[in-house]
């Protein structure tokens, strides 16, 4: 029987610890040889996200650090801190909008409005 424990996913993320449980994660699949299921039910997960933390760390992780998870070598917080820096989640945020108004195009618009003191509608007529 698998137990749960004590925090799940979430509570981890919440708590600033998004690469300590990501590393947990990837451990306990490749150390301990656990199935996704198994890990998806101990910390109350959907197993995609098993799945991308995996391919992540397939993906992006270098073969010394690939070295130390298989042979269990334990490091120190600062080593986790920067080797494993990949592991930590994008912002989504949109960095700009591409309808938006360009320096030339903002300082395009402000000479018209200063001649001609009209704005929006009546501005796109002239």
């Given amino acids: 029987m698998i137990t749960k424990d004590i925090m799940n996913y979430k509570s981890y993320l919440k708590n600033k610890q998004e690469i300590s449980i990501k590393l947990r994660i990837i451990k306990h699949r490749i150390v301990d040889k656990l199935k996704i299921n198994e890990i998806k039910y101990k910390y109350s997960m959907h197993r995609n996200t098993v799945r991308n933390i995996m391919n992540l760390y397939n993906s ?43 320096n030339l195009e903002e300082k395009q618009i402000i000479d018209w409005y200063e001649k001609t003191k009209v704005w929006a509608k009546r501005l796109v007529n002239n």
């Fill in 60 to 102: 992006k992780a270098s073969n010394e650090l690939k070295n130390k998870i298989e042979n269990n070598i334990s490091m120190s917080e600062k080593e986790i801190l920067s080797l494993w820096a990949f592991l930590l989640s994008k912002s989504t945020r949109p960095k700009s909008n591409s309808k938006q108004a360009n």
